[in-house]
């Protein structure tokens, strides 16, 4: 059975600081990883990796996968409190598994 | 990015009656269309893959005929959610992908339903 497990569960961190979320998955045929932000509603989409240590960039946010680790990173630099939220990474074959989803709340 | 509508965004049934979601891609076709339920402060949890013009494929555990999906075009997939009981209330959400495995899955708004 598919598994992506995300760590840590939930992280307090203030603003300016910076933070790496971890992302580790187990998926049969694996294609691609997935990196989301959830807030209130539903997730919208950050980062899709499919290339072994080629780093993704998005202004503050950056994401980069490790295939021989089975594993991904998603690095926020000078947090800010709209980031907080809940950050969920997927695993893909033909569908997607998700992890639990990683809790960021930024303190001002 | 692609825009997915998901419609309606919430609603509150009786128990027993019936509740149709729809999920749109507005800007592009999507082959295969995702539903999910997600449960307070929990992941993801996938129902059903759905691809266009063919039976939808549920994971294990997921009742096919209280759940009924059907995804008629490239740009429409529905989820039917049949004889609803307090414990279907939810946050449904779907995805959908222009095709192939290498391709982003872009997210609705999402649909809570309250069954009373």
């Known amino acids: 059975e598919d598994k992506v497990v995300q760590s840590p569960l939930s992280l307090v961190v203030h603003e300016g600081d910076t933070v790496t979320l971890n992302c580790s998955y187990e998926?049969?045929?694996?294609?691609?990883l997935l990196w989301y932000k959830q807030e209130k509603k539903a997730p919208t989409f950050l980062f899709m990796l499919t290339s072994s240590g080629i780093e993704k960039k998005s202004g503050r946010l950056s994401s980069i996968l490790d295939k021989k680790e089975l594993s991904s990173i998603l690095n926020i630099t000078a947090t800010q409190t709209g980031d907080s939220a809940i950050y969920l990474c997927a695993g893909r074959a033909g569908k997607s598994t998700f992890g639990d989803g990683t809790t960021l709340t930024v303190k001002p | 990015g692609a825009v997915v509508s998901q419609h309606p965004s919430w609603v509150i049934c009786k128990s027993g009656t019936s509740v149709k979601i729809e999920c749109r891609s507005l800007d592009f076709q999507a082959t295969t269309m995702f539903w999910y339920r997600q449960f307070p402060k929990q992941s993801l949890m996938l129902m059903a893959t759905?691809?266009?013009?063919?039976?939808?494929?549920?994971e294990q555990g997921v009742e096919k005929d209280k759940f009924l999906i059907n995804h008629a075009s490239l740009t429409l997939s529905t989820l039917t959610v049949t004889s609803a009981h307090p414990e279907d209330s939810s946050f449904y959400i779907c995805?959908?992908?222009?095709?192939?495995?290498?391709?982003?899955?872009?997210f609705g708004q999402g649909t809570r339903l309250t069954v009373v």
């Open positions: 759905s691809n266009e013009g063919s039976k939808a494929t549920y």
């Open positions: 998926v049969t045929n694996f294609r691609s």
């Open positions: 995805s959908a992908t222009r095709g192939g495995q290498n391709t982003e899955a872009f």
